[in-house]
């Protein structure tokens, strides 16, 4: 018997005998035609010989080592050794993100079943297969394989497709309906009477009635009947093939009660997630989420330790120079971390180390970044890795704003000393975010990136993202996730009084590294810029002393002038309140310490530090503004030490004092001063008499 299980696809028990399905579809071919099996025949030009668990096709398919994912294997087989019915949730969906190893479990589950006589069948989508890349086979291939398992169906099925030839091409619901469920209801109706007229008549004979011969012709009564689906998301989905799918197999249970269990793995994207969690599924499907409940960490871990060993052995010439012992512990947990619990980047590492014709020592280096000699020779390492980030990203149908959100992300995360990054994308309408997000869910944590805060589901995607030859044409620019992120801090000034500490800090930050968009430059030209400095000031003191304002102003004028320099040639009439500041000059507005008066000092710049601006010579500005800020104060300050609450600044041509209009020193009363837009003076409920 345990010859008959070798290279063995899907085979059946019926009443304790084994049915070898064979080891390849294409083999059955001239046995249907042999036995004149005309609609078998038929049926198997229109099936997927490639979809299968062991088809020759996906030679060598992915498998789980020995030692990994017991935990989510061993609930599988506990399910798969139980009978499917309504209150054993007959359907599991198996879902995480690209790279989780979700097809290596299904392959790895796929032959335990076969092995223990409970497979029916099992389609292993591929988007590169064209006959595995859409849902027109699925159901034609499924229905041959369970013809070929259960004995009791193939005549059935046979005679369906003999008398309708043009079935195999018809829609996907009639298909499932006459090839799989009309004949196995009819089938277990057939096995079902062959039973109680066997026990009829043994009772006549004498004989045990509870006894039934082995060749009885049931189809899998009493026992597990499983059928995998992997890869549904490699399915296309044009036409919302993937809702209707799902919404088929639910009929195999609402409608016709079929006792089949059903395994589908998939990238949790968003509309296979409401197909499960709709009514059809309700009460029929379990959710397996190849999260940290499955120590996925402790299995790459095991996964990495055995494969560098393998590497060692059949490498031990071109290692025998290496240092032991290799690899490090330390070096090891390196690729453990940037592994971020997905298979796919320790298996596409462990692949290009223990490739034939390089030293796996020299290309674990260039893994870790270390120099190594003629590196640029060398194959690149991510190859695999590469091709898959770029296959998803190919599905965006926005893929020029995704880009700038990823870069947003990216830059945020670098940069990161504030809440999630979902604050400062308020700019974005909610409803823009998950629509241009809906095909890049496998990229991140949770099936919503937008709910999640958009956790990217593996490390090594930024630097994909970053490195413009292994992205292409998907090459992020960090500037364009600086004006992002400089959108969002902007934003809040709208309310000034509601402003965060991370926008009041980091929006100049963003702005001076952003690319300048026009939507950045429409935000900056209703910028509360001098509302802004004045803040800033506020922020640095508590009590104001004359001497310590040039030292305070200095680095926030100075960040102003870069911004101006950075935009100027791309403004044009706009920032013209940015322009002003950085190249005529402001007004400082302080309490006096005589009651109901201020300090009004005009600061102009003069020619030389205008030139010095222009140039964008930092070193000149900053001695010519401190020197020029000193000078004009003290000359304001007429001896006194220290101004009473804190200053404010204003435009030089905000000032407006008794009908009359332009800049005015001195020291005026609190209501002949008419302040900049958004600034309010600290002491403008006190109101009495001049002093001058």
């Given at each position: 018997?345990?010859g008959?299980?070798?290279?063995?696809?899907?085979?059946?028990i019926?009443?304790?005998?084994?049915?070898?399905a064979?080891?390849?579809?294409?083999?059955?071919l001239?046995v249907?035609?042999?036995k004149?099996e005309?609609?078998?025949s038929t049926?198997?030009h229109?099936?997927?010989?490639?979809a299968?668990?062991?088809?020759?096709?996906?030679?060598?398919?992915p498998?789980?080592l020995?030692?990994?994912?017991?935990?989510?294997l061993?609930?599988l087989?506990q399910?798969?050794n139980?009978?499917?019915?309504l209150h054993?949730?007959?359907v599991?969906?198996l879902?995480?993100?690209?790279?989780?190893g979700?097809?290596?479990?299904?392959q790895?589950?796929?032959?335990?079943?076969?092995?223990n006589?409970?497979?029916?069948g099992?389609?292993?989508f591929?988007?590169?297969?064209?006959?595995?890349?859409n849902?027109?086979?699925?159901?034609?291939?499924?229905?041959?394989?369970?013809a070929?398992?259960i004995?009791?169906?193939?005549p059935?099925?046979?005679?369906?497709?003999?008398?309708?030839?043009f079935?195999?091409?018809?829609s996907?619901?009639?298909?499932c309906?006459?090839?799989?469920a009309?004949?196995?209801?009819l089938?277990l109706?057939?096995?079902?009477?062959?039973?109680?007229l066997?026990?009829?008549?043994?009772r006549?004979s004498?004989?045990n009635?509870?006894?039934?011969?082995?060749s009885?012709?049931q189809?899998?009564?009493?026992?597990a009947?499983?059928?995998i689906?992997?890869?549904l998301?490699?399915?296309?989905n044009?036409h919302?093939e993937w809702?209707?799918?799902?919404?088929?197999?639910?009929?195999?249970?609402?409608?016709?009660?079929?006792p089949?269990?059903?395994?589908?793995?998939?990238?949790p994207?968003?509309?296979?997630k409401e197909?499960?969690?709709?009514?059809?599924f309700g009460?029929?499907c379990?959710?397996?989420?190849?999260?940290?409940?499955?120590?996925a960490s402790?299995?790459?871990?095991?996964?990495?330790?055995?494969?560098?060993?393998?590497?060692?052995?059949y490498?031990s010439?071109s290692?025998?120079?290496?240092?032991?012992?290799?690899p490090?512990s330390?070096q090891?947990?390196?690729l453990?971390?940037k592994?971020?619990?997905q298979?796919?980047y320790?298996?596409?590492v462990?692949k290009y180390?223990?490739?034939?014709?390089?030293?796996?020592?020299?290309?674990?280096?260039?893994i870790?970044?270390?120099?190594?000699?003629?590196?640029e020779?060398r194959c690149?390492?991510?190859a695999?890795l590469?091709?898959?980030y770029?296959?998803?990203?190919?599905?965006?149908?926005?893929?020029?704003f995704?880009?700038?959100?990823l870069s947003?992300?990216?830059?945020?995360q670098?940069e990161?000393i504030?809440?999630k990054?979902?604050?400062?994308l308020?700019?974005?309408?909610?409803?823009?975010?998950?629509?241009?997000?809906?095909?890049v869910?496998?990229?991140?944590?949770?099936?919503?990136?937008?709910?999640?805060?958009f956790?990217f589901a593996?490390?090594?995607?930024?630097e994909?993202?970053?490195n413009c030859n292994?992205s292409?044409h998907f090459?992020?620019?960090?500037s364009a996730?600086?004006?992002?992120?400089?959108?969002?801090?902007?934003e809040?000034?709208?309310?000034?009084?509601?402003?965060?500490?991370?926008?009041?800090?980091?929006?100049?930050?963003?702005?001076?590294?952003?690319?300048?968009?026009?939507?950045?430059?429409?935000?900056?030209?209703s910028?509360p810029v001098?509302?802004?400095?004045?803040?800033?000031?506020?922020?640095?003191?508590?009590?104001?002393?004359?001497?310590?304002?040039?030292?305070?102003?200095?680095?926030?004028?100075?960040?102003i002038?870069?911004?101006?320099?950075?935009?100027?040639?791309?403004c044009g009439p706009y920032?013209?309140?940015?322009?002003?500041?950085?190249?005529?000059?402001?007004?400082?507005?302080?309490?006096?310490?005589l009651?109901?008066?201020?300090h009004?000092v005009?600061i102009q710049?003069?020619?030389?530090?205008?030139s010095?601006i222009?140039?964008?010579?930092?070193?000149?500005?900053?001695?010519?503004l401190?020197?020029h800020l000193?000078s004009?104060l003290?000359?304001a300050l007429s001896?006194?030490?220290?101004?009473l609450?804190?200053?404010?600044?204003?435009?030089?041509?905000?000032?407006?004092?008794?009908g009359r209009?332009?800049?005015?020193e001195?020291m005026l009363?609190?209501?002949?001063?008419?302040?900049?837009h958004?600034?309010?003076?600290?002491?403008?409920?006190?109101?009495?008499?001049i002093?001058r």
């Amino acid at each position: 018997m345990d010859g008959m299980f070798n290279n063995s696809r899907e085979f059946a028990i019926n009443g304790g005998t084994f049915n070898n399905a064979g080891r390849d579809l294409s083999l059955n071919l001239n046995v249907f035609e042999e036995k004149g099996e005309r609609g078998l025949s038929t049926l198997y030009h229109h099936s997927s010989t490639s979809a299968s668990y062991d088809a020759g096709a996906r030679y060598p398919p992915p498998m789980c080592l020995p030692g990994t994912r017991e935990a989510i294997l061993r609930d599988l087989n506990q399910w798969a050794n139980s009978v499917a019915d309504l209150h054993n949730a007959p359907v599991r969906w198996l879902f995480g993100p690209a790279g989780a190893g979700k097809s290596a479990i299904a392959q790895t589950f796929a032959q335990s079943c076969a092995e223990n006589g409970t497979l029916l069948g099992s389609f292993f989508f591929w988007r590169s297969d064209p006959t595995r890349n859409n849902s027109q086979r699925l159901f034609t291939t499924l229905a041959l394989q369970m013809a070929i398992a259960i004995p009791g169906l193939r005549p059935i099925v046979d005679e369906v497709v003999t008398r309708n030839p043009f079935l195999p091409t018809s829609s996907i619901e009639k298909q499932c309906n006459e090839l799989i469920a009309q004949p196995w209801s009819l089938a277990l109706k057939k096995a079902r009477m062959h039973i109680e007229l066997k026990q009829w008549w043994d009772r006549l004979s004498g004989l045990n009635p509870s006894v039934v011969p082995e060749s009885s012709q049931q189809p899998f009564l009493g026992r597990a009947c499983i059928l995998i689906i992997d890869g549904l998301d490699e399915c296309s989905n044009v036409h919302n093939e993937w809702q209707h799918i799902l919404s088929i197999l639910a009929q195999l249970y609402r409608k016709y009660s079929l006792p089949v269990q059903i395994l589908v793995c998939s990238r949790p994207e968003p509309c296979i997630k409401e197909c499960f969690t709709g009514w059809n599924f309700g009460s029929i499907c379990q959710w397996l989420a190849l999260d940290d409940t499955y120590q996925a960490s402790k299995d790459i871990r095991f996964f990495l330790q055995n494969g560098f060993q393998k590497i060692l052995t059949y490498h031990s010439n071109s290692m025998a120079h290496v240092p032991q012992p290799w690899p490090t512990s330390a070096q090891i947990e390196y690729l453990l971390q940037k592994s971020s619990g997905q298979f796919v980047y320790a298996a596409t590492v462990m692949k290009y180390i223990g490739e034939d014709g390089d030293v796996p020592a020299d290309r674990l280096n260039i893994i870790l970044g270390l120099p190594v000699q003629d590196y640029e020779a060398r194959c690149s390492p991510y190859a695999e890795l590469d091709a898959l980030y770029l296959q998803i990203l190919s599905t965006v149908k926005r893929p020029t704003f995704l880009l700038q959100i990823l870069s947003a992300l990216i830059v945020h995360q670098k940069e990161h000393i504030g809440p999630k990054p979902m604050h400062f994308l308020q700019s974005v309408p909610i409803g823009l975010l998950h629509a241009t997000s809906s095909g890049v869910h496998s990229l991140f944590k949770h099936p919503s990136p937008v709910e999640s805060g958009f956790e990217f589901a593996h490390a090594s995607f930024p630097e994909f993202l970053l490195n413009c030859n292994r992205s292409l044409h998907f090459h992020i620019d960090e500037s364009a996730g600086h004006d992002l992120l400089a959108q969002g801090c902007l934003e809040q000034y709208t309310d000034v009084s509601s402003v965060g500490e991370y926008s009041r800090g980091k929006w100049m930050f963003h702005c001076i590294h952003a690319n300048g968009s026009d939507s950045l430059i429409s935000k900056l030209d209703s910028f509360p810029v001098h509302t802004w400095i004045t803040q800033a000031v506020k922020h640095r003191i508590c009590l104001f002393p004359a001497y310590q304002l040039p030292s305070e102003l200095l680095p926030i004028l100075l960040s102003i002038f870069q911004l101006w320099y950075k935009f100027q040639d791309k403004c044009g009439p706009y920032l013209q309140h940015i322009r002003d500041i950085s190249t005529i000059g402001f007004t400082i507005v302080g309490a006096s310490d005589l009651p109901s008066t201020m300090h009004i000092v005009s600061i102009q710049y003069p020619p030389s530090l205008s030139s010095a601006i222009a140039e964008g010579n930092t070193h000149i500005i900053i001695q010519q503004l401190k020197a020029h800020l000193i000078s004009e104060l003290e000359k304001a300050l007429s001896g006194t030490k220290a101004w009473l609450g804190l200053p404010e600044i204003h435009s030089l041509s905000c000032q407006i004092y008794n009908g009359r209009t332009g800049p005015q020193e001195g020291m005026l009363e609190v209501n002949d001063f008419t302040p900049c837009h958004g600034c309010t003076f600290a002491r403008a409920q006190d109101r009495e008499k001049i002093h001058r």
